[in-house]
């Protein structure tokens, strides 16, 4: 297997520190890594591990939709929490906890990209990055855990997580007990969490551009390839044959998916008209749910404008905005073109120095 390296950035022009793992979580090589470094003689896994004191985390009450739309809904909920005019915001999404909430990061674009430019320059292209205070693990016992990370003092404990400069993170804990991790103890629980960080900072912009094809698809195109080879005709009835295989396929596996979501209105008899009629009955929830994830994209991308209140009809979605200039319509207007979206002021209100509007969003034709 091939082992992972965690590679701790601390600044562009400093040694960082690198400790290679197995999948087991066995350290095997401590060491540091310097500006124009040589790629490793052995291949490695490469996790960028960055100052928290640049990240935010909270835990939230996210709708179980896609995470596109759980970022989307990152944004609106801590609109008030966030100094940023939305147009660097970079939102991570990580997975959800026993109580139903989920991780959420937020940091910057233009910061993710210096932390990867600045990986670039030493030979390092890392599969995940996180903050350093998500690598600590939280205690069995509940106890809220310290390690120091360069000038920085990492904190991980019971509905507490950050990093900060030691004065200010002693400020912050007070009396609040905690055990600072000895070096000893700090290490087995890097190399716990290498395989699996706990949130992953490359993902929207960041993310995967696309999928590498399967085994299955490649099977798949070399048979029809060899058929091709052997007749025509032959290849019109594979063709029929893979079409009408693949088709129950799907089928099959809509029915069972369905009946995961809808246990009780999907029998385990049904076929695939009764699930279309229930699609049928969620079609109003399902778009009401796409409208509003790619408004809150074209806000994030409007600095100034936030909404106070949104609405769902037959007519389509409504929603109340509040902004600072009138430019700023214009751009939203431009920015929801770009997801799709057909923006439209049906009423404007001036009142102090702030702009209120009533605005009609469609689905442009």
């Known amino acids: 297997m091939i082992p992972t390296r965690l590679v701790f950035f601390t600044t562009p022009d400093q040694p960082w520190p690198c400790l290679t793992v197995s999948d087991e ?17 052995t291949p490695v896994i490469d996790r960028l591990v960055v100052p928290g004191a640049d990240v ?8 179980d939709r896609n995470d596109r739309q759980a970022r989307s809904a990152v944004a609106f909920l801590l609109q008030d929490d966030i100094a940023d005019d939305g147009g ?10 026993s109580g139903g909430q989920r991780l959420a990061a937020i940091t910057g674009v233009s910061r993710v990209q210096g932390w990867l430019d600045a990986a670039a320059a030493r030979g390092v292209s890392p599969a995940s990055v996180t903050p350093d205070y998500l690598m600590l693990r939280p205690d069995d016992e509940g106890q809220t855990l310290t390690a120091g990370f360069g ?28 055990r600072m991790l000895a070096l000893s103890e700090l290490e087995p629980m890097l ?23 399967t085994v299955g698809n490649v099977r798949r195109l070399v048979i029809l390839a060899l058929v091709l080879l052997v007749s025509p005709v032959l290849l019109s ?22 009946r995961a979501i809808w246990p009780r209105s999907i029998p385990a ?17 399902d778009r009401f749910a796409d409208l509003t994830a790619d408004l809150f994209s ?10 106070d209140s949104l609405a769902y009809g037959p007519a389509g979605l409504n929603a109340g905005l509040s902004y600072g200039n009138y430019s700023d319509m214009d751009q939203l207007i431009t920015a929801g073109g770009k997801v799709g979206l057909l923006i439209s002021a049906d009423s404007t209100v001036t009142e102090g120095g702030r702009i209120t509007s009533d605005i009609s969003i469609r689905r442009q034709p």
């Open 298 to 307: 074209a806000v994030e991308r409007t600095p100034g404008a936030q909404i």
């Open 88 to 97: 660097d915001l970079h939102i991570c999404i990580g997975a959800g906890d």
């Open 25 to 41: 979580g066995a350290v095997l090589q401590r060491g540091v890594l310097l500006p124009d470094a040589a790629q490793p003689e």
């Open 237 to 258: 009835v594979a063709r029929i044959g893979v079409d009408v295989i693949a088709a129950r396929h799907i089928e099959g596996r809509a029915i069972a998916g369905a």
């Open 56 to 63: 935010v985390a909270r835990w939230l009450d996210l709708p």
């Open 151 to 178: 000038d920085l003092l990492a904190v991980r404990g019971p509905g507490i997580a950050f990093s900060a400069e030691r004065p200010l993170a002693e400020a912050v804990l007070a009396d609040r007990p905690r």
């Open 191 to 213: 190399a716990g969490a290498a395989s699996w960080p706990e949130i992953n900072l490359l993902q929207g912009v960041f993310g995967p551009r696309s999928e590498q094809p």
């Open 269 to 285: 008899d049904a076929d695939i008209e009764v699930v279309r009629a229930r699609l049928a009955e969620q079609q109003g929830a």
